[in-house]
């Protein structure tokens, strides 16, 4: 009798373990959201004078989630599910969670707690010398902490060692399962057809982008991309639209994603396009499969599948002709004194102005990744002790001037300019990025391929068939599977520069009159 | 040697002990503020959505929070420190710490967690009851609740047995020190005052409010409240003034005080006067010296003496003569239509009209009163056994009927008003509303005793004497001490009647030509 009943209780006891592990994850999760929403209010609305407190009142959160996140009975509690996950379908949420779980608590207790706090500290301290030296342009003011990052980056990937390349640990936090060999490949591919393209695009006249640089009152502004954006698919009864200095967007559950955009007068692009791609990352937050809330799988796969969300929104939908197509008459006429007299062709060649320049975050869609893999080359150098900090300003400029044709007069413009490497590990902070590029080509090239009839729903505002497959085959799994099985599964390939290098090829070719390939 | 030696150590240990007392209650603190912020954000722009998960997280920062209120390890260093405490200077900050902490912690350790669990349980299941019965005018849907949450009472008395009368306790948590008797003596001094002046009134012809009800466009009433405010003290560098549903005033740290209100676009009275009652629950704890910050000692005395400053600033401040003398003139140019023909003595009249009404949050100065000591004394005889939960209705009408001459025709006008009952104790709920009235009077008499040029400043728009007295007797000293010394400490003598009685009759004789008492 007790063999025959013992399976069914090894079961039973099975899944009170099961509850136990989620009731654990809910309580780092909940943590977690917490100390999210005083950050989104420290941004939109908190007072000056509450700065001091603020600040502790999340560091006690980000401590008590950390410490609940190492805590060994979550380990054993990992350990004991073992059998019961393996008897699991590979692809159930149970199976999912549990593997998603073991594998961020074993990342995070190869970090000696003392480790930790040390670099934690390191990292406030950096963030506030570059605070001050950006605008002073003094990089030697921040090159002895630049360097001690370094040395807290080399020992951070030795704590995951055996490793291929030194930049993989921080590379797989971003981007689990992605190395730097594969992603030098790519880049090396896409560089290679990117340098001659800016190349010849500069030899052409540059585009007129005077009719974006008007005035526009900020409500109207705001209430334009709140119109786009709500017609694209992001819910406003779970979710907000607010100003801040630095557009983000941040979730606090399924039911509560944020986004922030800014909004500068003399700019229309500024806020309309921070809106959309900040609305892009939402829609993905929007979409998760509201059953993973609370858990490690209630949110995006990695930082390259959500960067490929925002940029698809933004570039691949809302700088098409087709999207224009529709919304110009709205947008001229709620500024008819800028755009009356500007023709749609116009502006569609305006908001796809491709130009050599300094700043990564005021680039176009082309040249954007050239400052990527310029950074990614530069941080994987001075991982692998080619490059010394010291030397990194004038590595910059060359890079520079080799990829894009032009230099910065000084370090403010150059390797100052990026808060990444002045307040985080050096390596993984970059190449998210491109990554989102790439896939926001390859994912919507599938959506079309199973609709052809996107482009032209798009033509006439209708957003309901790209959003509803981008749901069904990337949003609702959150972050059940590593970014290589999304995209298998969403696209029936592993990721491929090919989709992006046609949609730049015929989108830009078609822009400036490029020959053809 | 050793001896020389010891007592200098021994005092180095205790210092040691009170940074660890420090540490622990800042932590408490921290998670306290952390939570207000989500309950601020719940109450001003949280997307609907939002709601499920925010309950779980306000949750588990309440569950922290209090777990490290009744850890035995708080216990012991409170004892350890008792012999240092009885060294300092008894109105030392650290003294009063060690004082007030204690006093927390004592009262927290006797109610059984156990206990505290069901209770909240229940709270919350009365509450949703009251949420929808009182809409329905169901007092049958909510007795069983009230029935049980009277029993809770009951118990949560008898956890701080013995007492003089079972209400003691928790009249003791809203105001320490203040007891059924001494409060008892009071209301009954003032209900003999009240009844006769509201009878007297009622027999005059009323005050006509016409204007207080055109149409008040929003963000005129919002610049206009937030011009007042700013001008009586209120720092918005350290706090905000947001729309909710309903107003409340809430502290994150010294250095950020928020108050939030409710426009109504047909009355100009209720965003105004509001506003100006949170802001002067804010300038107390705007006005708390910052050194207490992140204690038990960082935030007001006690409920009553916090309400003596909602009421000292929005009755005795902002609905004076002198007060509108001042700013008569900008509301006339804010709102032309409503006001230009309208005298600044028909307006003084119109925002001091006494009126016999059913719903205690939208009473007058006179007869609110009433409405408290009639909750008062039918809590006190719920919790005496002299009057069953079931009779509450019957009881309420006749107590309407006898104090102010009119009784309810329903219980959604009656006993189902208010949440208090529904969601908390019975008992200590509602004595804290008049106490700050008897209070703001003789707060404010004393502040003009001290400095007679304060009602001559404030015709002038001038109110920092009178906010510098209130910062330097009450504000700044937090919750440094109990009540009743903070009363003595500003006025020189124990909580009295007097000031409240001639300032209404003063006021109140002159409005409506009362014969002198």
Chains 1, 2 share one sequence.
Request: with cysteine; net charge negative; hydrophobic share 40%.
């Amino acid at each position: 009798m007790n063999d025959i009943f013992a399976p069914a209780r090894g079961h039973q006891s099975a899944e009170a373990k099961l509850n136990e592990l989620k009731r654990r994850l809910l309580e780092i999760s909940d943590l977690g959201s917490a100390s999210a929403v005083l950050s989104w209010d420290q941004a939109t609305y908190m007072p000056k004078g509450g700065a001091p407190a603020r600040g502790r009142q999340g560091a006690i959160l980000r401590k008590l989630a950390h410490e609940r996140s190492v805590d060994p009975a979550l380990g054993k509690l990992l350990d004991a599910l073992e059998p019961y996950a393996a008897a699991l379908p590979q692809d159930s949420d149970d199976a999912c969670l549990i593997r998603v779980a073991r594998r961020d608590f074993e990342k995070a207790i190869k970090l000696p707690p003392e480790f930790v706090a040390r670099f934690n500290e390191h990292g406030s301290a950096s963030y506030d010398a570059w605070i001050r030296a950006r605008p002073a342009n003094d990089f030697a003011a921040v090159l002895p902490f630049l360097e001690k990052t370094l040395d807290f980056s080399r020992d951070y990937a030795e704590f995951f060692a055996p490793y291929a390349h030194i930049a993989d640990p921080m590379i797989d936090d971003a981007d689990e399962g992605m190395t730097t060999a594969v992603i030098r490949a790519l880049f090396s591919e896409l560089h290679a057809e990117l340098v001659p393209m800016v190349r010849a695009i500069s030899e052409q006249p540059p585009a007129n982008d005077a009719c974006l640089r008007g005035t526009f009152d900020e409500r109207a502004q705001l209430e334009f991309s709140r119109a786009v954006i709500t017609q694209m698919g992001y819910d406003f009864e779970r979710g907000r639209l607010d100003k801040t200095h630095h557009p983000f967007c941040t979730r606090f559950s399924t039911g509560d994603v944020r986004i922030t955009t800014r909004v500068r007068e003399n700019d229309l692009g500024d806020a309309l396009f921070s809106t959309i791609h900040e609305a892009g990352h939402a829609l993905y937050e929007q979409g998760v499969n509201s059953a993973l809330d609370g858990t490690p799988l209630g949110c995006g796969a990695s930082a390259g599948v959500h960067e490929s969300q925002s940029r698809l929104w933004e570039n691949t939908v809302a700088r098409s002709l087709g999207f224009w197509k529709h919304f110009y008459p709205a947008l001229q006429g709620a500024f008819p004194g800028q755009f009356k007299s500007v023709a749609l062709e116009t502006f569609y060649r305006t908001i796809n102005k491709v130009e050599r320049s300094l700043i990564r975050t005021d680039a176009d869609e082309v040249t954007y990744n050239l400052h990527i893999m310029l950074r990614f080359e530069l941080e994987l150098k001075l991982l692998e002790g080619k490059l010394r900090a010291k030397d990194l300003p004038e590595a910059w400029r060359a890079a520079m001037q080799s990829d894009l044709g032009i230099a910065p007069p000084d370090d403010r413009n150059g390797c100052l300019q990026d808060v990444h490497w002045y307040a985080g590990t050096i390596g993984g902070a970059f190449q998210s990025y491109t990554i989102g590029n790439i896939l926001s080509a390859q994912f919507h090239a599938a959506a079309v391929h199973a609709h052809p009839e996107i482009p032209r729903e798009i033509e006439n505002g209708k957003f309901s068939t790209l959003h509803a497959w981008l749901r069904d085959n990337i949003y609702r799994h959150g972050h059940k599977y590593p970014p290589n099985e999304i995209i298998k599964r969403a696209t029936g390939g592993p990721m491929s520069m090919r989709p992006y290098l046609a949609y730049l090829q015929g989108k830009y070719g078609a822009l400036y009159r490029l020959p053809p390939e």
